[in-house]
C-alpha cells in the first residue's frame, strides 16, 4: 500500500510554454502533499505544502505565479510550470503523506525529470 | 532556506567496513526521518525518531536522536552493496507543522 504515481516521468518541451505534471496517491487519501524539486546529485529542496481545498504554502524564494500548484482532491495534486525556462530543468518529485498527525511518514512519487530547451 | 545539514557528502567504504552519516539542525526538531534513494530513484522512507535520545535499529542500521534533538546520526554496520545509495535525514522544525526539510544528504558507494 501507499503508492504515489507521477506523470509523466519525463517531458522535454520548448522555453516559453507551460508543464502540468499530475501527483495521485494510487491506494490512500493524501492529507498533504508536497512538491520537491532536485538537481543532480544535490539534496530535495521543499517547493511547496499542498492542501486539499486550500492554497499551497510555497516557501521563500519559490515563485508562486510561476508553479501553479492545484490540490484539486486527496488523491489529485498538480504542478504546473508556467513560461518554461531552461533554469526550470530539473527533477520534480512529490509526495504524500497520509496520516494527519505531525509525524506521518511521506511517501514520494517517482519523480518527473524536465528538460526545458 | 534549508536549515538542515548533513555530513559527510560523500563516502566510500570497502564492503564489510562501517558508515555514519550525521545530520544537524540549527534549531530544535519536533522529529526527524530518513530515507534512502538509490541511484535513479525516488526516496524511500527507513524510519522516523521523535523522542529525545531515542535509539533505533534495523538489523544492521542504527538511527540516533540527539537529546537536545538538533542532531541525529544513522551508522550502518559491515556495509553491502546493497547499502549503495544516498542516504537522507528530514526533520521537521518545531511548530512547523507539516513541513520536513531535507539535509543535503550522504552518498554512499561500497567497493566489493
Known amino acids: 500500500g501507499a503508492v504515489v504515481s507521477q506523470h509523466p516521468s519525463w517531458v522535454i518541451c520548448k522555453s516559453g510554454t507551460s508543464v502540468k505534471i499530475e501527483c495521485r496517491s494510487l491506494?490512500?487519501?493524501?492529507?498533504?502533499m508536497f512538491w520537491y524539486r532536485q538537481f543532480p546529485k544535490q539534496s530535495l529542496m521543499l517547493m511547496a505544502t499542498?492542501?486539499?481545498?486550500?492554497?499551497?504554502?510555497?516557501e521563500q524564494g519559490v515563485e508562486k505565479d510561476k508553479f501553479l500548484i492545484n490540490h484539486a482532491s486527496l488523491t489529485l495534486s498538480t504542478l504546473t510550470v508556467t513560461s518554461a525556462h531552461p533554469e526550470d530543468s530539473s527533477f520534480y518529485i512529490c509526495?504524500?503523506?497520509?496520516?494527519?498527525?505531525?509525524?506521518?511518514?511521506?511517501?514520494f512519487g517517482p519523480g518527473t525529470r524536465l528538460t526545458v530547451l | 532556506g534549508q536549515q538542515v545539514m548533513q555530513i559527510p557528502q560523500y563516502q566510500h567504504v570497502q564492503e564489510g567496513e562501517d558508515f555514519t552519516t550525521y545530520c544537524n539542525s540549527s534549531t530544535t526538531l519536533s522529529n526527524i526521518q530518513w530515507y534512502k534513494q538509490r541511484p535513479g530513484g525516488h526516496p524511500v522512507f527507513l524510519i522516523q525518531l521523535v523522542k529525545s535520545g531515542e535509539v533505533k535499529k534495523q538489523k544492521r542500521l542504527t538511527f540516533q536522536f540527539g537529546e537536545a534533538k538538533k542532531n541525529s546520526s544513522l551508522h550502518i554496520t559491515a556495509t553491502q552493496t546493497t547499502d549503495v545509495g544516498t542516504y537522507f535525514c528530514a526533520g521537521r522544525l518545531l511548530g512547523n507543522f507539516n513541513k520536513f526539510y531535507f539535509g543535503s544528504g550522504t552518498k554512499l558507494n561500497v567497493k566489493p
Open positions: 491506494d490512500f487519501q493524501a492529507t498533504t
Open positions: 499542498s492542501n486539499e481545498g486550500s492554497k499551497a504554502t510555497y
Open positions: 509526495s504524500a503523506r497520509r496520516d494527519r498527525g505531525p509525524t506521518g511518514e511521506q511517501f
